[in-house]
């Protein structure tokens, strides 16, 4: 089953697909995402050289699709 919550919107503005979305879709998207976002932190944690500044800038990046997930249901 394809999720397309696990995908960046092509649609104008990035607008939900609301169409293509299912019920049972969130939660495995929102699990994945969570994982996905917090393996990047690890590796983001190993390198030394980030300051406070870098975590904050980085962190839209990083969390980018767990907010869109997140963000059907706000």
Not at 34 to 44: D, H, L, P, S, Y
Not at 48 to 67: G, N, Y
């Amino acid at each position: 089953m394809s999720n397309p919550l696990l995908v960046q919107s092509n649609l104008p503005h990035g607008a939900y697909p609301f169409d293509k979305i299912l019920p049972e879709h969130f939660l495995p998207a929102l699990d994945e995402a969570i994982n996905e976002a917090k393996n990047q932190f690890k590796e983001f944690k190993k390198d030394s050289r980030h300051d406070f500044q870098h975590v904050i800038a980085k962190r839209s990046d990083i969390t980018w699709k767990v907010d869109y997930i997140a963000g059907i249901f706000f």
